[in-house]
């Protein structure tokens, strides 16, 4: 009888644990992602940040046309100020992509040579679960 209690008190114990655990919305998790590589972006790692792209991205991007267009655009702009969520989409088809999960996330942005800026990322979830940016714009 005192094994059969201890599997209760374990079994609602656990699901009190699963219910007090918060899922992640998709928004929440293609925004961890789309700050994890814009990170790399900001330091200057284009080459990370085109290897931690989604396998859509490099197949569009050589690594070497991504960093000459990411070295033009950031450069110029300065190092980065602050970074504020606009706004995070879920999508499921977006023009010129396979159909898929997207995330289209904006952000208010501020660098040191351009005070308001607008950045678009764009992550997608890829077959093995994983959030992976696959475009991104600034303006």
Same mark, same amino acid.
């Given at each position: 009888m005192k094994i059969v209690i201890a599997l209760c008190a374990i079994v609602l114990w656990a699901t009190a644990v699963a219910a007090a655990t918060?899922?992640?919305?998709?928004e929440a998790a293609a925004e961890s992602a %789309?700050?994890?590589w814009l990170g790399l972006v900001d330091s200057g790692n284009y080459s990370g940040s085109w290897s931690? %792209?989604?396998?859509f991205f490099?197949?569009?991007v050589s690594e070497s046309q991504w960093q000459g267009a990411a070295s033009s655009t950031r450069l110029p702009?300065?190092?980065l100020k602050s970074r504020t969520l606009r706004s995070a989409?879920?999508?499921s088809a977006l023009p010129g992509a396979p159909d898929g999960q997207y995330v289209v996330i904006q952000f208010d942005s501020s660098f040191e040579h351009k005070v308001s %800026?607008?950045?678009?990322?764009?992550p997608m979830l890829e077959a093995d679960g994983k959030w992976r940016v696959s475009g991104y714009y600034i303006r």
């Open positions: 918060p899922v992640a919305t998709p %789309a700050l994890s931690r %792209a989604s396998s490099r197949q569009k702009l300065g190092a989409t879920l999508k %800026a607008v950045e678009t990322v764009t």
